[in-house]
């Protein structure tokens, strides 16, 4: 079976490969490389630190090796603290290390909302409120709506919060005003509660891991997706 390669770029604490490789058909490899190891926690600090462009671009020179068609940066906060300049300057970073195309997390969200049409979401963050309102930041930035908002005021261990705590949160933020939710950080667990969700909502909710496979699916031409993997494009 001939093999499409994505190349994945991580913050150094990320837990989760094993939810993206849910995300993708059996013919799509993930490389996955990580940021260089740093002693901090899920703040402020640690979102600046691994947005550095230069930094992003050296993890990406990483998984160059074996040809990955796309890159991500499987990143949430590190893709949106900087704002949209700060986004764009990541794929920057990624495509002049060498990466044939580029995405990020909030990039590929902001990709996700314009596909779908969708401009006023509620949103569920594992993170601190001033991380939580940076996203919110971001998102009015690209004209998006955010008219409510729930965190845990997590700065560690994120991967490990249970199913039923993002579900209370993600009903907790619905209302009528809401077009859609968006479930943050990629080291939050998502990949099976978004069908129950959506069934009992009636809307669209979108994960990071989600967005992001999507979004680097499609910049390496992978047109074999089928409904089991849930992406946008089989929406």
């Given at each position: 079976m ?9 913050p150094y604490?990320f837990?989760?490969?094993r939810e ?6 059996d ?9 260089p190891y740093?002693?901090m ?15 992003i ?9 074996v ?7 499987a ?7 900087g704002?949209?300049?700060g ?5 920057d ?13 909030s990039g ?13 979401i509620?949103t569920v963050?594992?993170?601190t409120?001033?991380l939580?309102a ?11 709506e955010?008219?409510?908002t729930?965190?845990?005021g997590?700065?560690a ?7 039923e ?8 933020v619905?209302?009528?005003?809401v ?7 990629t080291?939050?667990?998502?990949y ?6 959506e069934?009992?909502?009636g ?12 979004s ?10 089928g ?9």
């Amino acid at each position: 079976m001939l093999q499409t390669g994505i190349g994945v770029v991580a913050p150094y604490d990320f837990a989760l490969d094993r939810e993206l490789w849910r995300w993708v058909p059996d013919d799509v490899t993930l490389h996955v490389t990580r940021t260089p190891y740093a002693p901090m926690a899920a703040t402020v600090e640690m979102a600046v630190h691994i947005s550095d462009p230069e930094l992003i671009a050296r993890t990406t020179y990483d998984v160059l090796a074996v040809a990955p068609l796309a890159v991500a940066y499987a990143c949430t906060f590190g893709s949106f603290v900087g704002g949209l300049t700060g986004e764009l300057a990541l794929v920057d970073a990624m495509v002049g290390a060498g990466a044939p195309a580029a995405v990020t997390t909030s990039g590929a969200l902001l990709l996700a909302l314009r596909r779908l049409g969708i401009n006023r979401i509620a949103t569920v963050t594992p993170y601190t409120n001033d991380l939580t309102a940076g996203l919110t930041a971001f998102l009015a930035q690209a004209g998006i709506e955010v008219v409510a908002t729930a965190g845990l005021g997590l700065i560690a261990q994120i991967w490990a919060v249970p199913y039923e705590t993002t579900v209370e949160l993600v009903r907790s933020v619905d209302s009528d005003l809401v077009e859609a939710i968006f479930i943050s950080c990629t080291n939050l667990p998502t990949y099976d509660v978004i069908a129950g969700l959506e069934a009992t909502l009636g809307k669209p909710v979108l994960t990071a891991n989600q967005v992001t496979m999507w979004s680097v699916l499609e910049l390496a031409g992978h047109t074999g997706i089928g409904p089991e993997q849930r992406l946008l494009s089989v929406r």
